[in-house]
């Protein structure tokens, strides 16, 4: 199977360290800037199929490596050894390319406990390393560290259902509809003619039912969202969010103005017609 742009590959530093994954494109970025040596690893994703760099990316021009000449004859081997008994400086080998380092995949964040996990030695950082969106395993520190979701909490099944958790956004959109209506079926049977007192109790219930249910998303969002949903970095999983966020908050305010309103209407309505 030969290798095209979009193939996907991690990248195995030096301390055996994967990261990634990455396509071509970003590959010889990495080259470029040096992070990438000829002699580098690369493990396609799909294949699990191990490479040098330099036989996957044919198309970039590695730096030739120096050679390493090493002693040929006793003579050589008896020079070297009286060098260093000696205390100079013996011959040495060329330099090997430095070992790869990478930045964190993730993009930034601006809370302390994601500056403390970035912050982390590279061997310590384990599997948190890799790009993990939407394959519902580990959540990096950095989306740890986001404590609220205000489109998850504002927009509540809509997101979900963006997300690609569409089975549970429907799931909650119709236990809820059918939720209200059963409210209502109590309301109109059960409570004509009681004190107006009930149905405010039965109405402040379902309210905070709601809320609730909010709540939970706009706590457990962030997570969620990483787990089920692909995004190319933290950076972008934060720039997503927050055009949710300011989606959610508008509907959010706006529909809580129009139930505020719509309670004030009917209580109005209803005193009107009992005075």
Not at 256 to 275: D, E, R, V
């Amino acid at each position: 199977m030969q290798p095209d742009e979009s193939t996907q590959y991690l990248v195995i530093a030096a301390n055996g360290e994967k990261y990634g994954p990455a396509d071509m494109a970003v590959l010889i970025s990495w080259c470029s800037e040096g992070r990438i040596a000829q002699n580098t690893l690369l493990e396609r994703v799909d294949t699990g199929l191990q490479l040098p760099a330099s036989q996957v990316l044919t198309q970039f021009s590695f730096p030739a490596l120096a050679d390493v000449s090493q002693p040929t004859s006793h003579t050589d081997v008896m020079e070297h050894t009286n060098a260093t008994t000696q205390g100079e400086n013996p011959r040495t080998l060329p330099d090997q390319p430095a070992p790869v380092s990478f930045n964190p995949l993730y993009g930034t964040a601006s809370s302390k406990a994601a500056e403390a996990a970035r912050s982390a030695p590279l061997p310590q950082r384990g599997p948190q390393s890799l790009n993990t969106s939407g394959m519902n395993i580990d959540v990096p520190p950095e989306v740890e560290a986001m404590k609220w979701n205000w489109g998850a909490f504002g927009l509540s099944w809509i997101w979900l259902c963006g997300m690609n958790r569409v089975m549970a956004g429907i799931i909650l959109l119709i236990g809820y509809t059918v939720f209200k209506l059963l409210v209502n079926l109590i309301i109109n049977q059960y409570l004509k003619g009681r004190p107006m007192s009930l149905t405010f109790a039965v109405l402040v219930i379902q309210f905070f039912i709601g809320l609730s249910i909010q709540i939970y998303l706009g706590r457990k969002g962030n997570s969620m969202a990483w787990r089920y949903r692909r995004f190319d970095s933290v950076q972008h999983f934060i720039d997503v969010q927050t055009k949710w966020a300011m989606a959610g908050i508008i509907f959010f305010l706006c529909s809580s103005t129009a139930t505020i309103l719509g309670y004030i209407a009917i209580f109005t309505l209803s005193g009107l017609f009992h005075a």
